[in-house]
């Protein structure tokens, strides 16, 4: 079953701790210095916070999480079909994860990623930059890989 995956850039990860988990009426399943993530059933969704230098305030981009490499073809085949450039990372880390993704962003700039999680990582993972996929991603965002050139021309005005 698929969930709909969020992740904001926040000022004060602490701070954005106990609104999120007041919010939620749920602790996060994942907290560490500079990230936390909410694995929530009701509603379905992975809800990531992330601080510093990595992190934009707002937010950063949306995904589909996938639990089988059965649902990740069927989105990859989608993000295929959506006539806009797909980039596909293959395997990484990113958010103390190690998943295997791929990248598109919608006609507006909104980036969307499509992931399987594979297991845990002891580090936050490498922040390329989303801004030459889109113009409203910061440079520093966590944790897209950077576009081909004709993306970004795409993804805005020209």
Not at 7 to 30: C, K
Not at 36 to 58: C, E, Q, T, Y
Not at 122 to 140: H, I, Q, R, W
């Amino acid at each position: 079953m698929k969930r709909l995956h969020v992740h904001v850039g926040v000022e004060n990860i602490d701070q954005s701790i106990r609104f999120y988990s007041t919010l939620f009426a749920s602790e996060p399943t994942v907290v560490k210095p500079d990230y936390a993530k909410w694995m929530l059933d009701d509603p379905r969704v992975n809800f990531a916070i992330s601080a510093g230098g990595h992190a934009a305030r707002g937010i950063e981009h949306l995904g589909i999480q996938v639990e089988s490499q059965d649902e990740l073809a069927e989105v990859y085949g989608r993000l295929s079909a959506a006539d806009r450039p797909v980039l596909e990372e293959g395997a990484t880390t990113c958010c103390y994860a190690r998943s295997e993704k791929s990248w598109i962003a919608d006609p507006q700039g909104v980036v969307w990623e499509a992931f399987l999680t594979n297991g845990d990582a002891t580090d936050y993972g490498n922040s390329p930059k989303l801004s030459v996929l889109s113009e409203n991603a910061a440079d520093d965002t966590c944790c897209a890989p950077a576009m081909p050139s004709t993306a970004a021309k795409s993804a805005c005005c020209g």
